[in-house]
């Protein structure tokens, strides 16, 4: 099991950035695929970003493609979410989510291991 604590969110206006950090402890943090989810009030949970162990391959919902930037650091335990020209739309609670896998998926079923969340909110 891996325990998640994200950090990072607050109030922006639109246009501006945010980063968004999950600190891992637990399982090894680099034998993992991590994944960034947001959920907006009265939406269901969707896919933001994903990252393999290491790092060599990404993954983007269409949404965020250009604007958002996934990362991590195996030596600090962290993945990060660089969020640049935030929209309104953009805002939602993001979560952190980890699976023992070397595979990269957007499947919310197919993360073992969840934050408690951020919220991040943009405004207009």
């Known amino acids: 099991q891996v325990q998640l604590v994200e950090s990072g969110g607050g109030l922006v206006q639109a246009g501006g950035s945010l980063r968004l950090s999950c600190a891992a402890s637990?399982?090894?943090?680099?034998?993992?695929?991590m994944a960034w989810f947001r959920q907006a009030p009265g939406k269901g949970r969707e896919f933001v970003a994903a990252?393999?162990?290491?790092?060599?391959?990404?993954n983007y919902a269409d949404s965020v493609k250009g604007r958002f930037t996934i990362s991590r650091d195996n030596a600090k335990n962290t993945v990060y979410l660089q969020m640049n020209s935030l929209k309104p739309e953009d805002t939602a609670v993001y979560y952190c989510?980890?699976?023992?896998?070397?595979?990269?998926?957007?499947?919310?079923?197919?993360?073992?291991?969840w934050g408690q969340g951020t919220q991040v909110t943009v405004s207009s």
């Open positions: 637990g399982r090894t943090f680099s034998s993992n695929t």
């Open positions: 989510a980890a699976r023992p896998s070397p595979v990269v998926v957007t499947a919310r079923y197919a993360y073992n291991d």
């Open positions: 990252i393999s162990w290491s790092g060599g391959s990404t």
